[in-house]
């Protein structure tokens, strides 16, 4: 049989590259505008207005793109991408005269040269030739088609290997170039799915058996590849991403789910605030500092009275930073801060660790770090860990905030008026395991608080955290 000539299907394929670039030259030129393609995606609203000369694009829809998360924190002052185990921030200028600032863009702590995010009409814009190549794109700019052109390398998954043995072992997975990826844990059969985008299966990788997992297996799926993790029962699950070369590595470590406690519990409580850092003054209450010190002491009694180690970060009215504090907390099973703050009697805050990524908190962490003197750097720092997955057992703080705001309304009235997740620096040296309570200054110096505090605290360490 005569094989048909390759010519017809070369020149149609020429042709609707060419309706493609027409179609991305009208669209450019209607909004008088250039294009924008990643992926060979067009992303709308791309602009060259915001800073002359620079191509912006719409921050969600660009790292949507680009496969990478993306979120802003509650007051939109830094927009985050996070992609293939790299954190990329923008600062974001409301004002874009002011956008190429320098230290503006920052990949994985450290400043990378390129303008700054511009806040325009509400939305965020960001630099596209610096985010995308930070996060391993390329760019071309095709001049007579007014139209940027990125393309990412497509991954492989190059390894799934089982690494260390016993308990400790970890599930390790390569990845040759950064794409977004997905999680869906299973409960039921305790399975954790991973989807990769834009990733091949390299030819011969198929699964493999682990002793703290049963086993891990790889397959094609769409345009990407699956991994399925099969757990053993009675085990948890920690995952984290770190960059590795021009790719990066996923690794899953496994924990038995309900490791026998062989000591008391050691719950280290941290009265806010002392010497020469009084903390709020309360008329007819004092300072923050001393009430927080006079309940704290209060509440090491009934707690060491019900069994538990417990110690105080400070025991008498003297400074102590905040690096020393979080210090105590490593290896507690639980962290507990107190603060007062202008509250109706009543009333608490509950704030754990975490980015704040998606609640209103982080004002109250940057006003909470500012007031320990906590440098930017390490704020950022503990949030960069904590957006990679680094900081272990960060749903045991959440669960006691959440439990707390159940346990403390049964037995005794007071109600959760604020419950948040935030990068409290005071809380990083007992990673997942803290929270931080704000009451109000006649609750902390009231007789009932320190022992309702007491019972509830005892309960959810006995459930090991849980909201019921
Ligand atoms: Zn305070």
């Known amino acids: 049989m005569r094989r048909p000539s390759p010519r017809p299907r070369a020149a149609a394929r020429r042709w609707s590259l060419l309706a493609a670039l027409l179609l991305a030259l009208a669209v450019g030129t209607a909004a008088g505008q250039t294009a924008l393609v990643v992926n060979g995606v067009t992303v709308d609203g791309s602009t060259t207005s915001l800073v002359k000369g620079t191509s912006y694009a719409p921050a969600a829809a660009l790292a949507s ?25 923008a600062v974001i200028a409301t004002d874009p005269s ?26 965020v814009y960001l630099p596209v030739k610096q985010v995308a190549e930070a996060l391993g794109g390329h760019v071309a700019y095709l001049q007579q088609q007014k139209t940027v052109v990125v393309v990412q390398p497509r991954a492989q998954l190059t390894g799934l290997t089982a690494q260390g043995s016993g308990s400790s072992q970890q599930l390790v997975l390569q990845l040759s170039a950064p794409v977004g990826f997905s999680r869906f844990y299973n409960q039921p059969v305790t399975t954790l799915q991973l989807h990769f985008d834009r990733t091949d299966l390299q030819g011969g990788l198929s699964g493999v058996q682990g002793d703290s997992f049963v086993r891990a297996d790889a397959s094609s799926s769409g345009d990407g590849v699956d991994v399925r993790v099969q757990l053993a029962p009675h085990t948890d699950y920690r995952l984290y991403s770190l960059p590795d070369g021009n790719g990066f590595r996923v690794v899953v470590s496994f924990t038995p789910a309900s490791a ?26 004092g300072s923050e500092a001393s009430l927080t010190l006079a309940f704290s002491q209060q509440l090491q009694k009934i707690l060491e009275g019900r069994g538990f180690q417990v110690t105080l970060t400070r025991t008498g009215d003297y400074s102590v930073d ?6 105590d907390g490593i290896g507690a099973d639980l962290f507990v801060s107190i603060h007062g703050s202008v509250l109706p009697p009543g009333q608490f805050n509950a704030y754990y660790l975490s980015d704040a990524s998606s609640v209103g908190s982080l004002s109250m962490a940057i006003r909470q770090n500012a007031q320990s003197a906590v440098q930017g750097q390490d704020v950022s720092a503990l949030r960069r860990k904590i957006l990679l997955g680094l900081v272990p057992q ?22 959760a008026s604020d419950t948040g997740g935030a990068p409290l620096y005071v809380l990083g040296g007992a990673a997942g395991r803290g929270v931080m309570l704000e009451f109000s200054p006649q609750d902390l110096a009231s007789d009932t608080l320190a022992a309702a505090l007491a019972g509830a605290l005892a309960n959810l360490l006995a459930s090991g955290g849980a909201t019921q």
């Not at 806010?272 to 209450?285: A, E, R």
């Not at 960060?394 to 109600?415: C, E, H, I, K």
């Open 65 to 89: 793109a680009l496969g990478a998360r993306y979120f802003t924190d509650a007051d939109t002052t830094v927009a985050t991408l996070q992609l293939g185990g790299h954190v990329l921030e």
């Open 98 to 123: 002011k956008a190429s600032a320098a230290g503006a863009l920052r990949l994985d702590g450290t400043a990378i040269g390129g303008p700054a995010g511009v806040m325009q009409d509400g939305d």
């Open 260 to 285: 026998a406690q062989q000591t008391a519990p050691h719950i280290v409580i941290d009265p806010g605030h002392g010497g020469q850092d009084p903390g709020i003054n309360f008329p007819g209450y």
């Open 322 to 327: 905040a690096a020393t504090r979080s210090r």
């Open 394 to 415: 960060l749903d045991v703080g959440r669960s006691f905030a959440d439990g707390l705001g159940t346990q403390l309304f049964q037995n005794g009235g007071y109600r």
